[in-house]
């Protein structure tokens, strides 16, 4: 198994990115995958969960509104798109299926 984030960057507050797992060594389309992230000092935290199909999604409270978790089993790549970031949305953010974690990918918000 094999999970591979990109699109981290620096951003200012109120700006967007656009993360991407890419997901190879399993049939990706059987399973329900998640975005976690992880701030320094701070305990790794569910961001996102997606169904298998793409039809049911979850958010935590603090992105719900901005953060918007997608899918597309054709390329086999779960997406993050985030919108209105503010600095505390600053952290480490990871791929994730069951026990399966991806590298990670920085996202910094700061002016």
């Known amino acids: 198994v094999q999970l591979v984030e990109s699109g981290g960057g620096l951003v200012q507050p109120g700006g967007s990115l656009r993360l991407s797992c890419a997901a190879s060594?399993?049939?990706?389309?059987?399973?329900?995958m998640n975005w976690y992230r992880q701030a320094p000092g701070k305990e790794r935290e569910l961001v996102a969960s997606?169904?298998?199909?793409?039809?049911?999604?979850n958010y935590a409270g603090s992105v719900k509104g901005r953060f918007t978790i997608s899918r597309d089993n054709a390329k086999n790549t779960v997406y993050l798109e985030m919108n209105s970031l503010k600095p505390e949305d600053t952290a480490v953010y990871y791929c994730?299926?069951?026990?399966?974690w991806g590298q990670g990918t920085q996202v910094t918000v700061s002016s």
């Open positions: 994730n299926r069951y026990g399966d």
């Open positions: 060594g399993f049939t990706f389309s059987r399973y329900a």
């Open positions: 997606i169904g298998s199909t793409g039809t049911t999604t």
